[in-house]
């Protein structure tokens, strides 16, 4: 996206020591948002003067890929389903550009808060993962099944996408910019349609600027999971997750 690039230029950059500093391991307020072309174009000129672009060797965009991993009767996918206050998402992150991958449990607490734990330098599951997976949701979420089942997942859906991540000035929110998101189920992949972005803003307080700012712009948060839209679009034989509607307006083939 040629404006997304345009636009970043103009940021002060920040380096990945930097914005990780103080964030890692913190548990996180999320609320994330589409946005076309023309609100990101608002939105990037609004906060130009109050983020800083996160820029490695020179380069501000980067390539993901997540490999989803659930047990064969899709528990996290119920959990969504069930809308459970308290559930996980089980993943391995990919990012293409610098090789490296990571293993992720990342869950809903149940207070409205995300916490993630990752396993560096992980990138096939066995049984260290399994045993790693089983340790996080233990302490979290016990009574999931999903916790009893860790030794039996399997990769359920993939995603990739091209993320730009900015960080606020106050040190205390980040947010992640997702455009050219694809997901794939079995080899069968949709796309988020072309004039769409996703911006997720991470807050390590409830209160955000950024929230407030976009609240007041008129544009409204959406619950929206890649993972579960995989399934919804792909997989499931009705959507569950996200209605048949918001689908088929925000995906193509």
């Known amino acids: 996206m040629t404006l997304l690039v345009d636009h970043l230029a103009n940021f002060q950059t920040i380096d990945l020591e930097s914005i990780d500093a103080g964030w890692l391991g913190k548990r996180r307020f999320d609320r994330k948002f589409l946005l076309t072309r023309t609100q990101l174009e608002t939105f ?56 490296h991958s990571r293993f992720e449990v990342k869950m809903k607490l149940g207070n409205l808060q995300t916490y993630k734990a990752a396993l560096e330098n992980s990138n096939e599951f066995g049984e260290h993962e399994s045993a790693f997976a089983y340790k996080v949701l233990s302490e979290f979420i016990p009574n999931a099944q999903i916790t009893s089942a860790t030794h039996e997942l399997v990769n359920t859906a993939t995603n990739t996408f091209t993320r730009s991540t900015l960080l606020h000035s106050n040190a205390r929110e980040r947010i992640t910019i997702d455009q050219n998101l694809a997901v794939a189920v079995d080899g069968q992949q949709k796309r988020l349609k072309s004039d769409l972005v996703l911006v997720e803003i991470k807050s390590i307080t409830h209160s955000s600027s950024i929230v407030r700012g976009l609240l007041l712009s008129g544009i409204r948060p959406v619950r929206f999971s890649k993972y579960c839209a995989s399934l919804d679009l792909l997989a499931s034989p009705r959507p569950l997750v996200h209605t048949s509607r918001f689908l088929t307006t925000k995906f193509t083939d």
């Open 44 to 99: 990037l000129n609004r906060n130009q003067n109050n983020c800083s672009v996160l820029e490695i060797s020179g380069i501000n965009s980067f390539d993901y890929c997540t490999e989803y991993f659930d047990t064969a009767n899709l528990d996290c996918y119920l959990d969504h389903v069930k809308r459970r206050k308290r559930r996980a998402k089980i993943r391995f992150r990919k990012y293409l550009d610098t090789d």
